[in-house]
């Protein structure tokens, strides 16, 4: 890896738990005094109702290092949702950036240098989930928002890796098309 992070990109999806709680973040990662800088700083100046970006906090006064900010793939029209989204969801993406530098795929000594932009996917079904447990979803927008960061830091998946997959590879719902499905 060079000395100077640029710009990195991933994505992750994990899924599995209860109605509403899969996590599919992209983010991008990049030093701050570059183009990152500029995208992060217009992001968090610049909200827009229904998509508001925010700061990833651990708590209310508590915000992680590299500095993360949240955006919704989704516009927020409900209360509870906000309230799902800016809180179990928030506080797990904020953990999941820290697990990124515990396991190293964020070097420690640029925690300071780098900002992260998470595009974030809450299923809007969660609202519905009477019975919803906020520890699924944590743990399952943690483990993604980890797992992210660490294809991005390490370019994953690769060209070859693409190239050498790419007729095995069918996206989901062009399959479920095909399968009358959708």
């Known amino acids: 890896m060079s000395d100077k992070i640029y710009m990195r990109v991933g994505e992750a999806l994990v899924a599995g738990g209860p109605p509403g709680t899969a996590a599919e973040p992209e983010v991008i990662i990049g030093e701050m005094n570059g183009p990152m800088g500029t995208a992060f700083g217009t992001l ?6 229904g998509h508001s970006r925010v ?14 900010i949240m955006v919704s793939k989704v516009t927020v029209k409900n209360e509870r949702y906000t309230n ?13 950036v ?5 396991n190293g795929d964020i070097p420690k000594e ?15 079904i969660v609202v519905e989930q009477d019975d919803l447990d906020h520890q699924i979803l944590f ?3 943690r483990k993604a928002t980890a797992n992210a960061i660490h294809k991005a830091m390490s370019n994953k998946p690769d060209i070859d890796w693409l190239l ?7 996206h989901k719902y062009f ?4 399968d009358g499905k959708i």
């Not at 799902?84 to 999941?96: C, D, K, R």
């Open 44 to 49: 968090l100046g610049d909200q827009v109702k």
């Open 55 to 68: 700061l990833a906090i651990l708590n209310t006064d508590i915000m992680v290092r590299p500095a993360t």
């Open 84 to 96: 799902i989204l800016m809180g179990t969801v928030q506080a797990a993406i904020a953990n999941g």
């Open 98 to 102: 820290l697990d990124a530098v515990r």
């Open 110 to 124: 640029k925690a300071n240098d780098l900002g992260i932009i998470v595009s974030v996917w809450l299923n809007p």
């Open 139 to 141: 743990d399952i927008h």
């Open 164 to 170: 050498e997959n790419q007729e095995k590879i069918v």
């Open 175 to 178: 399959q479920m098309g095909l």
